[in-house]
């Protein structure tokens, strides 16, 4: 079984300024790992992924994304935050093989201030 | 393109009306999900349809119930609710059920 742990249930930060967002996981086999986010009464849209390959995932809006297979962590990046970044963010991991398909985090939100 | 698309966008209903949740993707996917989401909490998988075929349904009571008619439709059936199934109602796709999942704008589901 996977379970997602994300660390911070809100975090605040000024505009401009950097942010991190931490997820760590834990499974018994391979996974494929996401950051999903949600702006105010929206669905979700898919910010990055981490499929294979080079452990660094750049994705939209500027985020990018470090997988660490020793820490089990895939922790979300952005140098410097808007105001429209405000929003939750979800990290989920999908096993490689096996029936479940997305395990959630119970997700973080970011408040940026002006 | 990645869309996946949802109607209604808001449902207000009583316990005992009977009403339907749609969705709907063209991206040749063969996977496709329900989820539900209460306000402040991540999404909880309901169901998930594998090339037009049921293959998990998560301890969902009977008076939600999931129709996939074609590989590009997915519904959902609501029958004598209860107010705590207020919630927003997401709908999702994938290529295959273990890959990466696009999700719909969702339904905003109120049960008086």
Redesign the interface.
Same mark, same amino acid.
């Given at each position: 079984a996977q379970s997602v742990t994300q660390l911070d249930s809100q975090v605040p930060v000024f505009e401009e300024a950097p942010v991190e967002l931490r997820c760590n996981y834990s499974s018994s086999v391979s996974v494929?790992l996401?950051w999903?986010v949600q702006y105010p009464?929206?669905?979700?849209?898919?910010l990055l992924?981490y499929l294979s390959g080079s452990t660094l995932v750049k994705g939209i809006n500027g985020f990018e994304a470090e997988f660490n297979k020793s820490q089990t962590s895939f922790h979300l990046r952005k140098p410097s935050v808007h105001i429209s970044d405000t929003a939750?963010y979800?990290c989920a991991v999908?096993?490689?093989?096996?029936?479940t398909?997305?395990v959630?985090?119970?997700?973080t939100?970011l408040s940026v201030i002006a | 393109d990645?869309e996946?698309t949802?109607t209604p966008k808001h449902l207000v209903m009583g316990m005992t009306n009977k009403k339907s949740l749609k969705c709907e993707q063209h991206m040749g996917h063969r996977?496709m999900?329900w989820y539900k989401q209460k306000a402040?909490?991540?999404?909880e !998988?309901m169901f998930?349809y594998s090339y037009e075929k049921l293959?998990?349904n998560e301890s969902v009571p009977s008076r939600f119930s999931p129709e996939c008619p074609n590989s590009s439709l997915l519904n959902l059936h609501l029958h004598a609710l209860q107010p705590e199934d207020s919630a927003l109602y997401?709908c999702?796709s994938?290529q295959g059920? !273990?890959?990466?999942?696009?999700?719909?704008?969702?339904t905003?589901l109120l049960v008086l």
């Open positions: 494929y996401f999903y009464n929206q669905g979700l849209q898919l992924k939750e979800f999908s096993p490689r093989s096996g029936n398909p997305l959630f985090g119970k997700g939100r | 990645t996946v949802q996977a999900y402040k909490k991540p999404p !998988l998930v293959s998990i997401l999702a994938s059920h !273990l890959e990466t999942q696009y999700f719909g704008p969702g905003r």
